[in-house]
T-cell receptor, first 116, second 111 residues
Framework: GAVVSQHPSRVICKSGTSVKIECRSL??????MFWYRQFPKKSLMLMAT?????????EQGVEKDKFLINHASLTLSTLTVTSAHPEDSSFYIC????????????FGAGSRLTVL | DQQVKQNSPSLSVQEGRISILNCDYT??????FLWYKKYPAEGPTFLIS?????DKNEDGRFTVFLNKSAKHLSLHIVPSQPGDSAVYFC??????????FGTGTSLTVIP
């Protein structure tokens, strides 16, 4: 079945530093990947849609200069949290859609970011 | 603005009984709906889906019902098992676009 690997699973960083999270589709090509953020007891909030070879589409209220998304290949998308602050601490989850029009997402295991 | 809502944050059910999880949506353009199951510190896993051309889809113990006029869907789990204890998210999408998730319902199945 479709597998999405997300790395790192946990990261702790100092305020002001940047953190990169990788999302890889292991056994399929993902033309579209999505990045979500989950707050405690809250929904999965869609942050951005990442299409291979083009700029990401950000949801309203998400700072694109702060959350840099790169989808350089059909199997890899990265989310970089730049100049991280404690309020950026959260659980970030990526998902991938196999092919265009596919309506089922496969999720990574998530990355817990803690900014000190 | 939450386009997909799950108004019950938690639900407790006795083992063997039926679990009913509800979800409402506001966007009439949504034409595909999914349910995901999530354990703590893990990514969601796909459970079952339904297209807007149907009003029911069944897969083993899981059945999803869709009421388009009410913009409401529900997930029925019968019989409920302790291993079903998790957070359940409903999600909706319109063809070719993003997927939007509800706030989740934490299901506890009591042995």
């Amino acid at each position: 079945g479709a597998v999405v690997s997300q790395h790192p699973s946990r990261v702790i960083c100092k305020s002001g530093t940047s953190v990169k999270i990788e999302c890889r589709s292991l056994d399929f090509q993902a033309t579209t990947m999505f990045w979500y953020r989950q707050f405690p007891k809250k929904s999965l909030m869609l942050m951005a849609t990442s299409n291979e070879g083009s700029k990401a589409t950000y949801e309203q209220g998400v700072e694109k200069d702060k959350f840099l998304i790169n989808h350089a290949s059909l199997t890899l998308s990265t989310l970089t949290v730049t100049s991280a602050h404690p309020e950026d601490s959260s659980f970030y989850i990526c998902s991938a859609r196999r092919g265009s029009g596919a309506n089922v997402l496969t999720f990574g295991a998530g990355s817990r970011l803690t900014v000190l | 603005d939450q386009q997909v809502k799950q108004n019950s944050p938690s639900l407790s059910v006795q083992e063997g009984r039926i679990s009913i999880l509800n979800c409402d949506y506001t966007n009439s353009m949504f034409d595909y709906f999914l349910w995901y199951k999530k354990y703590p510190a893990e990514g969601p896993t796909f459970l079952i889906s339904i297209s807007s051309i149907k009003d029911k889809n069944e897969d083993g113990r899981f059945t999803v019902f869709l009421n388009k006029s009410a913009k409401h869907l529900s997930l029925h789990i019968v019989p409920s098992q302790p291993g079903d204890s998790a957070v359940y998210f409903c999600a909706a999408s319109s063809t070719g676009n993003q997927f939007y998730f509800g706030t989740g319902t934490s299901l506890t199945v009591i042995p």
